[in-house]
């Protein structure tokens, strides 16, 4: 498998994989990819279909793939060759679109390119052991910590093992030093988005609680992360009431002047535009909150329905 990074003009650099990799037999250049007469080039965002390969025949073929944040290429090209199937060299790329990737195919020697664009990358793993994100977002004070610290306990007794990632505690490990400009606050969002698309790109289960104010932002972890495996829940508490509950006096501070930039009084908070889930805290308990997120993750498939 090789990355490739390539440029405007359809020339394009390769990043190798390690040498002690043990695919280290894959690992072949565009001149010895051409060396080999009669290639054929797939072009799929995910990998190819079985109908896809056998229509190639004996033919060696170049798959090239959008980087989709799986790592499970490599399985599937032995689980191909063990079957008898050609030889198949994998380039995988961000995507950038039909026209560019084909540019790369004919670089590398294809002589014919089959064209697989609406073709998704199946995931043989059964939708109630793939991982997952919940994502709780909401002013400060809402109440996001505990109903994610609730969720992730009715989780492990679902039989999930959870991660948890807490926006303070997140604050004072992974991103001390952050201070609360917009662009600190980004940068402390997509840094838990990375550990949740890690995460879950190894089947886990991962919960966050963060205010995480901009919906730009948070639409960048979903695209991180998968959004057929991110699921945003909106702590919907009125800011009156946030201030109410708030012990640490950091609305009162903030009020006064003594704190800049905070979420709901001088720095704005942003509402989803299309939330998974909302949940209102004023006249409904935690626990019910919890129940209502686990029946969302239950008709998603992520959990196995209880028998009875």
């Known amino acids: 498998m090789r990355l490739a990074v390539w440029r405007s003009d359809g020339s394009f650099d390769l990043i190798e994989p390690p040498p002690h990799s043990d695919f280290r037999e894959l690992r072949r250049g565009p001149a010895g990819v051409r060396a080999v007469p009669g290639s054929a080039g797939i072009l799929s965002r995910g990998f190819p279909c079985a109908e896809t390969l056998a229509a190639i025949g004996d033919a060696p073929c170049i798959v090239l793939i959008a980087d989709t944040g ?60 793939q991982g997952f994100c919940v994502w709780f977002t909401g002013l400060p004070s809402s109440g996001k910590s505990t109903i994610a610290e609730l969720l992730a306990i009715r989780l492990e007794e679902a039989g999930r093992r959870v991660s948890l990632l807490d926006g303070d505690v997140v604050r004072t490990h992974l991103s001390k030093g952050l201070g609360f400009s ?40 979903r695209q991180m992360t998968g959004p057929d495996r991110f699921v945003l829940v909106w702590v919907d508490t009125p800011a009156a009431t946030c201030e109410e509950r708030d012990v640490k006096g950091f609305y009162a501070k903030a009020r006064a002047g003594q704190l800049q930039g905070f979420t709901g009084v001088d720095d704005p908070y942003e509402p989803p535009a299309n939330p998974d889930v909302v949940l209102g805290t004023v006249d409904t308990t935690p626990e019910s909150n919890a129940g209502r997120v686990m029946e969302h993750l239950r008709r998603a498939g992520f959990l196995i329905e209880s028998p009875g």
Request: charged share 25%; proline share 6%; hydrophobic share 40%.
């Open 70 to 129: 799986r790592r499970d290429h490599f399985a599937r090209v032995h689980a191909w060759r063990a079957a008898g199937g050609p030889m198949i060299q994998l380039v995988v790329t961000p995507w950038v679109d039909d026209t560019m990737a084909e540019t790369v195919l004919r670089n590398y020697g294809a002589v014919r390119i089959i064209d697989e664009p609406a073709q998704a990358m199946a995931d043989p793993t059964p939708r109630h052991q």
């Open 182 to 221: 917009r662009e600190d606050r980004d940068i402390n969002i997509r840094r838990i988005g990375f550990v949740a698309s890690e995460i879950v790109r190894h089947n886990g289960a991962v919960i966050t609680a963060a205010v995480s104010p901009y919906e730009t932002t948070r639409e960048e972890v």
